[in-house]
């Protein structure tokens, strides 16, 4: 029985990992986030408009090649990442439209530790274009989704969902849009009750505690999540 | 461009098909359904409990083979079917709880006309036990789809969704019944709009028309469904 902290103040340092224009690390970055603390931002676009955003809020910012792929990283390079958020003593990684997909050391360094935000109410379309994929299919109700990252392809398991009406007006703009509105505000809400200790996961069951739970319950507690499964 | 109506009093005949208890057959007889007027119920099970609900409505309840398969209709039951629908005048069959999947005869003769309802956001959780496969998943948010039938698993194209709250206290019994107090309310919606002409179907893409345009549009019109696509 470990109590996981990522200091003795109880904060999280949070790195948010981006590749295009950061709506979802300004987010992050104006909203209450609790116990964690936006401390650092990886790019692996060196011009990605979101080094700007980073700028303006006096984060650290940090432009780290990705290796040869272009929908993955070498193994190399992402030791390279991984290493990077070690050193600055990150507890809690935020994808925030990284367009690529994790299969190596950082998932292993950071098991249980990264969440990803997802414009669909998973596990309704995956993958890209999720907005394009719900007005093919003519859904009524989309969304957005939180979830853990795991080896899959926004598969693991959900924090939070939002849910949005499809109206017959919508293209993928406004449906993107709207969706957007809703991923500013679950992005922040989730990372609040990551670091606040309220999520205890079993295998994919994300239970939130409350507040009173969360200050009563112990366990194998990683950057502020209770994990009781595998 | 042809207006077909199932009669010249605007009134479309519905027939209603099950297996099991019939709580949204029940549902139907209850609600508003507008231009619609439950006539029949087909089932494939000689002492379905959904018998004795059609007993208390009077509406007229037949049993029929489905033949000699377990999920699916032979060719030769399935024409009897359609025969008996058409016998009746039926322009709009509703799936409540048919635990077949639909191949031949009904699809073809009642092609755009036959809706279903079914226990989940699609296209998350098609099949059996969607309620089980939403838990199991551990999703934030599930509800019920109405949807045209096609010769897919509940891939038809979307009417309308309703979405409920999953809660970390809920089992499979206890979302079942919150998602059924929505397909209650959902489904005589659903039969309402359709039998009051006011759905134009494009593609996968269902328009919801407002009841002004319901009465000034004109088109390919099938049982009170706009057809502008296929």
Known sequence: MTVLKESDSGITSIAVLASGRGSNFDALCRADTGQGRIALLLTDVPDAPVLDIAAEY???ALYLSPGKYRTRFSIDAEQVW???LNERGIGLVCLAGLMRILKGPLLESFEG????IHPSLLPSFPGLRSQAQALDYGVRISGCTVHYVDRGTDTGPVL??????VLDTDDADSLSAR??????LTYPEAVRLHCGGRLRINGRHVEILSQNESTTITGDIRGGCRCTGS
């Open 82 to 84: 991984v290493d990077t």
């Open 113 to 116: 530790r990264i969440l990803n």
């Open 179 to 184: 969706i957007l509105e809703q991923e500013h």
């Open 160 to 165: 939070i969902q939002n849910a949005i009406d």
């Open 58 to 60: 006096g984060v650290e």
